[in-house]
Structures are given as structure tokens and as C-alpha cells.
């Protein structure tokens, strides 16, 4: 009979008289010694090895992140787990609260280990292009949002100016929004960014028409948009 200790696992019975051999995984081993064997020498050896695990490394959203380190393991061997998040996207725990993207567990039992990701918040600077033509809502300044925020923005101009529409840019690239307030929902693909959201004012302009009365006696200056 062989008992294995702890951590550690019986595989197989090898029979050997030194030109042949044979396994058996029966445990206890029990063997009717055949005539044949008159006169031999036998060994049998009890076989063990470590006990293994298996480590499944998860991601909570593969959209957000990937993670590697899933396989099978000895017993009291090291498993290295690495969470790696997306583009616009951050690591935050694993679920047994451990913060570390990258990690060594040592092997004592089957175990899953998922990693939760989150999307990057997105920083918004609020901004006039002209202070004293307006001012916005919220007022001008810095501020987070996260994916799946909704944000509303309202612009209102001073006397004698209007709301022309807002731009927004990250630096590579910026577009105009005409509509006044501005609401939307932040989309995943803005996480990370940092955006300037700028609320563009310009002066009243009037029309003067200038006439001639009768027009045939005289000429009149000055027409035109002020």
C-alpha cells in the first residue's frame, strides 16, 4: 500500500526484474507471483509526484482587458497572473481585492482569480472663447466624467452677444456642436481622453439701411451689417 503525503499525489506501481517492467496503478498492489518468476529479483517502486491544480485566470469584460496565467500547477508552485487593460481602460482588482496587475500566487488548490477592469474617466476642460461675451453651465473649468455619464452643458450670452456653437477637441481632432444645451451620453471610445469643450460667443451684428428719398435727387451711404 502506498499513501502519498500531504501536497503530494500516488501515481503508479512500477514492476521491474531488470529486463522487463510493467505499471500497475492499483493501490493497495496485489500480486500473485507466478512460477515464472522462480528465482528473480523484483523491485517495485511506488510512484508519487506533487499534487496538481488548476489556476483559471479571468477577465470580468474581455472588451476591457486580458489576462494570462491560467494553466495547471504543482502543488506549492508559483503561478504568475497579469491583467492587461485595453486601450482606454484600467486595471482595477482582482476578486479577492488584491490591486496588483501582476501577481504570484503560490498553487495550493484549484482556484479562479478574475481581474475587474473599468474604463479610464475622461478629463473635460469647460471653456469660453470670449469671458466677458457669456459664461456656461457649469461654469468654466476643469472636470471628470465617466463612460456612460450624462453630460449637459448651457451656454448663455450677455447682453448685445449670442451663443455661436460649441467645439470640442482632444488635441488631434476637434468638430463643432450647433445645439444649445448640450447633452449627450459619454461614449466608451472618449475614455482617457482629455477634452476641451469651448463655448464660442460673438457680437450681435445689425443691418443699416441707408435710402434716398426720392432716390432720382441724391445718393445715400453707409448700408451695410454692424
Do not use: K
Amino acid at each position: 500500500n502506498a499513501t502519498a503525503n500531504t501536497g503530494f499525489a500516488f501515481i503508479n506501481w512500477t514492476i521491474s526484474n531488470g529486463v522487463l517492467s510493467n505499471t500497475d496503478a492499483n493501490n493497495p498492489l496485489q500480486v500473485v507471483i507466478p512460477a515464472t518468476l522462480a528465482g528473480s529479483s523484483i523491485e517495485v517502486t511506488a510512484n508519487f509526484n506533487y499534487d496538481q491544480f488548476t489556476i483559471n485566470a479571468l477577465s470580468s469584460d474581455t472588451l476591457l482587458g486580458t489576462v494570462t496565467g491560467s494553466g495547471t500547477y504543482n502543488n506549492g508552485a508559483n503561478a504568475t497572473l497579469v491583467a492587461t487593460p485595453a486601450l482606454g481602460c484600467r486595471f482595477v482588482q482582482w476578486n479577492d481585492g488584491d490591486t496588483n496587475a501582476t501577481r504570484t500566487v503560490v498553487v495550493t488548490s484549484d482556484s479562479p482569480f478574475t481581474a475587474t477592469f473599468d474604463y479610464l474617466p475622461i478629463n473635460v476642460v469647460l471653456a469660453i472663447n470670449n469671458s466677458w461675451m457669456g459664461n456656461t453651465m457649469p461654469a468654466p473649468g476643469a472636470y471628470t466624467y465617466h463612460v456612460g455619464d450624462t453630460v449637459i452643458a448651457n451656454a448663455t450670452a450677455n447682453e448685445h452677444y449670442h451663443f455661436v456653437n460649441w467645439t470640442v477637441s482632444n488635441g488631434a481632432m476637434s468638430y463643432d456642436i450647433n445645439i444649445n444645451p448640450a447633452l449627450f451620453t459619454v461614449p466608451a471610445l472618449m475614455a482617457g481622453m482629455n477634452i476641451t469643450v469651448t463655448a464660442n460667443f460673438a457680437v450681435d451684428q445689425y443691418t443699416i439701411t441707408a435710402q434716398a428719398n426720392p432716390e432720382s435727387m441724391g445718393t445715400v451711404l453707409g448700408s451695410g451689417l454692424y
